[in-house]
C-alpha cells in the first residue's frame, strides 16, 4: 500500500519473504511527516524482541494468544493519537500558508518602502551613517534632500518600538519630507507639516523622536530642530565636543495648535562634524545589562582613533558590536555624521542610483 492509504498496522513478526522487524523500518521510512502506528502482535515475550519491536519503530505490542479488549483498547489509544496527529498537521498546514501569505505581504511593504525612498539622496559626499535595523523592516528612519539653492535635509527620526509596525510611519513621513524640501520649506514648515500628518494618522501610543537638520550652501550654518531625540553633538577640529539637547516634545504627539515647530540656528566651521543617532545605539547592553551610553560615543568622538583610522562611524559600529559580545540586538541602530562644508545643488539622476 501507498502512503496514506493505511491509518494503522497490526505487524506480525514471523512472516514470509519479509520479517516484521523489517517491513516495520520500510513503513517508518515512507511515512515522512505523516503517522502511521504500527502495533505487532507476537507470541515472543522476552525483553530482547520487544525491544526490537519498539527499536525497529514499533509503536506498541500485543501478545498472544490475543485478548480482544486488551487489543480493541490499544487500538483506540493509538486512534487517538493518530488523530491529534492528523489535527497537528493540518494546522501546521495553514501555519505555513499564512506564513506564505505574511512573506508576500511582506515583500509587497518591502517593494513600497524601496520605491518610497528611491528620492533619498545618500550620494552627498559630506554624510556618512550606519543603519542597523532590529528586524527586516526598520523603525529608524533617514531621510536626506537637497535644497535647490545649495546645501541640504536631514532627518533622523525613531519611531515607538521596531518592526513592521514601528515602519509604517514611515511611508507618509517620508512623502511629506521629499514633497516639502522639493519646494525649498523651511525647517519649521517642514516639522509643521510632518506633525500635522503624523498627529491625525498615528495611534495615541506611538510617535516620532526625530532630528531634523538644514545645513545651508555655505556649510557655515545649520537650522536644527529636535524633539525627544538624544543629544545632538558638534565635533570640531580641536577634538571639543559641544552638544545640544533636545527641548520639544516628538512629532505626532502635539495637536497642530499646540506644536512648537521653532529652530535652533548655530554657526559651523569648516569641516566641524554634526553626530545624531537613535535611542539603540546608547541603549545597546552588554552581557551585564549595561548600556553602552552617551558618555561611551563622546569618549570615541574624542579619543576614538585607532591605527590611523578616524572614521568615527566605522569605529563607533565596531565598539558597540564588541561592547555587545554578540548579543541579539533588541532595538535598530542608526548613527549619522554631516561634515560641515559647502554644498551645491546637484542634478544628478535618482533613478539610476542603486
Known sequence: ASEGDVDMVLMDLLMPVLNGYEATRRIKNQQGGSYT???????????????????????????????????????????????????????????????????????????????????????????????????????????????????????????????????????????????????ACSIEQLVTAINTRLSRLLPEFMFLCATVILLDSSGSRADIWMGGMNDLLILSDDNSVTKIKSSKLPLGILKPDKFNPNTESISVDKGDKIYCYTDGLVEACNELEQPFGNDRVVDILINGEKESCNDKIAIIKHEVEVFQGGRVQDDDIALIEITCAPYEYSEINLDSKT
Open 37 to 183: 502506528p504500527v502495533i505487532f502482535v507476537t507470541s515472543s515475550n522476552d525483553d530482547e524482541s520487544l525491544s526490537k519491536c519498539l527499536n525497529c519503530g514499533g509503536d506498541d505490542f500485543i501478545g498472544k494468544p490475543i485478548n480482544k479488549l486488551v487489543l480493541d483498547a490499544k487500538i483506540k489509544a493509538h486512534q487517538r493519537i493518530l488523530d491529534l496527529n492528523k489535527e497537528l498537521q493540518n494546522l501546521n498546514s495553514e501555519l505555513k500558508y499564512h506564513q506564505s501569505l505574511i512573506e508576500k505581504e511582506h515583500d509587497i511593504v518591502e517593494k513600497i518602502f524601496e520605491n518610497t525612498m528611491a528620492n533619498n539622496a545618500l550620494f552627498i559626499p559630506h554624510i556618512k551613517y550606519y543603519i542597523s535595523p532590529q528586524s527586516k523592516f526598520n523603525g529608524d528612519i533617514f531621510l536626506i534632500s537637497q535644497h535647490k539653492s545649495g546645501g541640504f535635509y536631514v532627518l533622523l527620526g525613531d519611531f515607538t518600538g521596531h518592526g513592521l509596525g514601528a515602519s509604517q510611519g514611515s511611508l507618509p513621513l517620508a512623502d511629506i519630507f521629499f514633497s516639502m524640501t522639493e519646494k
